[in-house]
């Protein structure tokens, strides 16, 4: 609806008054509906069992393998110099316990991303399901209070897991159950049924007194054949 209002309006000449009229001026009364500027964020997906995908290997033509270490026991400044003067990139899979005892260690390092491994090592087939529970989404909290993001990836202490534990990595928000088909510990590359390391591989090593000879004697074995270690999160996401 709109309705009118009056101006005046009076034209000055050398001073003096000329011309003072009245006119009409339309004023839109309308009312213009209200527009609601409130975002709607969509809601998480929930993970379920089924989409979580357990992997041993990484499909990949790049040159590249993976170094993961688990459980977290053992850290050094030897060990810590060595990472980090080399710029190996590294995906830990260190047990809460060991991650908050070396909080401070592992902060440090620049090249390395946390996982889960669990709370504190249980045989994840054998406990109950709120253990379970504990295990998996408890230590996921705590690699966040240690690096400010949560965990992408589980792996299972020993490789041991079953359907609950897949359902349990699913609710706990994770859609990776990473495994491994290379074993370095000890100065010993282990490689079942092969001669040499290949793109994709994912090496599982520890955090052992012995840790940095057994790494550098995989990184010598990982330049003879023509690869470079890179981080899972640059191709599993």
Not at 37 to 49: A, D, F, I, M, N
Not at 53 to 75: A, E, L, N, R
Request: proline share 6%.
């Amino acid at each position: 609806m709109a309705t009118t209002a009056e101006c005046s309006t009076t034209v000055l000449a050398q001073g003096v008054p000329v011309d003072t009229t009245a006119t009409t001026v339309p004023v839109d009364t309308t009312t213009v509906p209200q527009v609601s500027t409130t975002v709607v964020k969509p809601k998480p997906k929930v993970l379920k069992g089924k989409d979580v995908k357990v992997v041993y290997k990484v499909k990949t033509t790049d040159p590249v393998v993976f170094i993961t270490i688990d459980d977290g026991s053992t850290v050094t400044p030897s060990l810590a110099k060595y990472l980090d003067r080399n710029k190996i990139p590294v995906t830990t899979f260190a047990v809460s316990v060991m991650l908050w005892k070396h909080r401070e260690w592992f902060r440090d390092r620049k090249y390395m991303t946390f996982e889960n491994h669990t709370w504190n090592h249980a045989h994840m087939t054998l406990v109950s399901a709120a253990q379970r529970k504990h295990e998996v989404c408890g230590a996921s909290q705590v690699a966040r209070n240690v690096a400010k993001e949560s965990p992408m990836y589980f792996r299972p202490p020993g490789g041991s897991f079953n359907s609950k534990v897949i359902d349990t990595v699913a609710k706990c928000g994770m859609k990776y159950l990473v495994m491994w088909n290379v074993e370095a510990d000890g100065g010993v590359v282990r490689m079942a049924g092969r001669g040499k390391l290949g793109p994709g591989d994912i090496i599982l090593m520890h955090y052992l007194p012995s840790l940095e000879r057994s790494l550098v004697h995989l990184m010598e074995q990982i330049k003879r054949n023509g690869l470079r270690p890179a981080l899972l999160r640059d191709y599993l996401t």
